[in-house]
């Protein structure tokens, strides 16, 4: 069974730095797209930034020049590297996965991690 296990959330001051990993683990042929994406209380999932199997990476325009997303695919894991957090950054960070499954047909499926909390103080 796949699983995505997300780590390093917290509390840190603004204009502070967190990094989160996300790792896969389980049986699976492979990892396309991976990403990751917040939400605040009483507001929708938001794309935070995304990273393709080679590197290529995406950012919601709030985080760039501030986050940087990263992947080392031989441990099956991606990263958050977050500096000058801010108050509104404040929320729970979930990382996705697009992976190919063992199973046969191969196909790709969607999954999620299960957050961690990042709350920035004032």
């Known amino acids: 069974q796949v699983q995505l296990v997300e780590s390093g959330g917290g509390l840190v001051q603004a204009g502070g730095s967190l990094r989160l990993s996300c790792a896969a683990s389980?049986?699976?042929?492979?990892?396309?797209?991976m990403g990751w994406y917040r939400q605040a209380p009483g507001k929708q999932r938001e794309l935070v930034a995304s990273i393709t199997s080679g590197g290529s990476a995406n950012y919601a325009d709030s985080v760039k020049g501030r986050f940087t997303i990263s992947r080392d695919n031989a441990k099956n894991t991606v990263y958050l590297q977050m500096n000058s957090l801010k108050p509104e950054d404040t929320a729970v960070y979930y990382c996705?996965?697009?992976?190919?499954?063992?199973?046969?047909?191969?196909?790709?499926?969607?999954?999620w991690g299960q957050g961690t909390q990042v709350t920035i103080s004032s």
């Open positions: 389980g049986s699976f042929r492979g990892i396309n797209d």
């Open positions: 996705n996965a697009v992976i190919t499954v063992t199973t046969i047909p191969f196909y790709d499926r969607l999954y």
